[in-house]
Nanobody, 121 residues
Framework: QVQVMESGGGPVHTGDSLRLSCAAS????????MGWFRQAPGKEREFVAA????????FYADSVKARFTISRDDAKNIIYLQMNGLKSEDTADYYC??????????????WGQGTQVTVSS
């Protein structure tokens, strides 16, 4: 099993910065990628950003591309989401996932419990 745990959320004001962290532990034999989704109240969960373990390619939703940066510490299986210029529409629960491959299970996404980010003016 793989455990995923987010941290770093909280209340901030418009224009502020915040850094989220996400750590994966357990049977992380072959980590393919880690990333973030978010879900605002009354809305569907949406993709935010992801980073691959092999090569470190990064992907972003258009809505955050110029403001958020995803990075990794592959030795520790930790990723970070640096969020700058936060807007009220960034208010959401942020969920981290880890895509891990094993011979027995194939490719599986493991999810954290989420961390709340609230942006107010």
């Amino acid at each position: 099993q793989v455990q995923v745990m987010e941290s770093g959320g909280g209340p901030v004001h418009t224009g502020d910065s915040l850094r989220l962290s996400c750590a994966a532990s357990g049977r992380t034999f072959t980590m393919h990628a880690m990333g973030w989704f978010r879900q605002a109240p009354g809305k569907e969960r949406e993709f935010v950003a992801a980073i691959t373990w092999s090569g470190g390619a990064t992907f972003y939703a258009d809505s955050v591309k110029a403001r958020f940066t995803i990075s990794r510490d592959d030795a520790k299986n930790i990723i970070y989401l640096q969020m700058n210029g936060l807007k009220s529409e960034d208010t959401a629960d942020y969920y981290c996932y880890a895509n891990v491959y094993s011979y027995s299970t194939g490719s599986v996404d493991y999810w954290g419990q989420g961390t709340q980010v609230t942006v107010s003016s």
